[in-house]
């Protein structure tokens, strides 16, 4: 992740048909007050304003048929042009600094992975789709990389632009009240074997306290609050032991147990030590 004494500031443009949409979205949270602090800069532009019938026309029907309608590319082109973003080739070629995304139910599963990648970017253009498409040739011409936020299909792009605009900022220098939180959450691609790191000289700016443990890219530990009894429902007793080591074990264990309940995938590609695998493979006989 870049340093936080060399961050610059990260600049979003949002190219829509529906500008008021984020009205709402992005006036909350981590969103709001990474804007304020001056970590991100958010554009949205109405692609209307780039339409020169006296209808504003953003939309026409497909050529070859079909129903519905699809996006043109004019408008698209003639505001990416107007906000000086580079050129696909120059984004595409050497070590790129800008990225224009295409929100599309079509597109590379978004992650959180990519949002690490786009998160040391300086510009992300994100072109919101409608209707039943976008021509094909913002795909293949202006934009670097054609996104989805899910194998579902929204009325638009904004919902997941909103969704790619916030998992990108919370990965930035300053963004979280806690710089260990993201490390701590699921999906978040960090070694648990790093937490060894803390015993041994290393980096402590990665590693997190002592009782807690890093997704590694499991899903997230449970997390518990006061009061300790509630309803006859108590926290468990590892989490009040006051032994690090003791919660820290089952914080690991119970994120593998939920993992492979839930998202069983996510171990293929999870960074697991051999007492993880050990683990599992007594959870698996047990299941059996």
């Keep these: 992740m870049i340093d936080a004494h060399e961050w610059m500031g990260l600049k979003f443009d949002i190219l829509t048909i529906f500008p008021d949409f984020f009205h709402g979205p992005l006036q909350h949270g981590i969103v709001r007050r990474a804007s304020e602090a001056g970590l991100i800069d958010i554009g949205i532009h109405d692609l209307r304003g780039f339409a020169h019938d006296r ?19 004019e408008p698209i082109f003639e505001c990416a042009e107007a906000l000086g973003i580079a050129p696909r080739e ?5 070590e790129a600094v800008e990225s224009v995304i295409l929100l599309s139910p079509q597109g590379e599963l978004f992650s959180q992975k990519m949002a690490e990648r786009l998160s040391r970017l300086q510009r992300i253009a994100l072109i919101c789709g409608r209707y039943e498409g976008v021509d094909e040739r913002v795909s293949e011409h202006l934009a670097d990389r054609e996104v989805s ?16 605009l916030d998992a ?3 990965l930035l220098p300053g963004a979280l009240g806690n710089e260990n939180s993201a490390r701590q959450e699921s999906f978040t691609q960090a070694s648990f074997a790093e937490e060894g790191e803390r015993k041994t000289g290393g980096n402590e700016d990665r590693i997190a306290p002592d009782a807690t443990c890093a997704s ?18 108590s926290v468990p007793a590892e ?20 993992t492979l309940r839930n998202r069983p995938e ?23």
Excluded: C
């Design 90 to 94: 120059k984004r595409l070629a050497g």
């Design 216 to 233: 590694g890219g499991l899903l997230d530990y449970p997390h518990y609050t006061r009061p300790a009894e509630f309803r006859g429902m």
């Design 239 to 258: 989490l009040v032991s006051g032994n690090h080591d003791q919660t820290r074990q089952w914080r690991r264990h119970k994120a593998l147990e939920k």
């Design 168 to 170: 990108v900022t919370r």
């Design 55 to 73: 209808h504003r026309t953003v939309d026409d029907r497909p050529f070859g048929g079909g129903e519905g309608m699809v996006l043109k590319p």
């Design 266 to 288: 996510l171990l293929q590609r999870a960074a697991l030590s051999q007492a993880d695998r050990d683990f599992i493979a007594t959870m698996k006989a047990t299941k059996n």
């Design 149 to 164: 936020v899910g194998d579902y299909v929204l009325s638009g792009g904004e919902l997941a632009a909103a969704i790619v």
